[in-house]
């Protein structure tokens, strides 16, 4: 009991650059402070499993811009220092929850993460 199980097989193969959907609500990202202090949460708790490089949080563009506009938008990419800590990340974070939402992570190209290709 208690036991998570483990994450379903990677849609793409591993990499040091970890994907996290279904994470954030896209509005607590409007604001400056909430944003301030996820992106916080998420150093502190994605630094658990291994050295962060990078943590990209995409934003909601101005009102009146269409969000489709901004790939991305919603999820949150950690980029690690090497494949094992991305590893254990993605192992421990899926299907977690967060703020209510079941996350899913997966793997993601780190040239497409360095293209900001979400």
Known sequence: ????????????PPSNVVALTEMLDVEELL????????MEDMKEEC?????VVSI??????????SRDTVPGLGKVFVQYQDVAGAT???TVLHGR???GNIVKADYLDEGAFNDRAF
């Open 1 to 12: 009991p208690g036991a998570s199980l483990p994450p379903p097989p990677a849609a793409n």
């Open 31 to 38: 604001d400056d402070t909430e944003y301030a202090e996820i």
């Open 47 to 51: 630094g658990k499993f291994g050295a």
């Open 56 to 65: 990209v949080i995409p934003r909601p563009p101005a009102a009146g811009v």
């Open 88 to 90: 254990a990340a993605r």
């Open 97 to 99: 929850k967060f703020g």
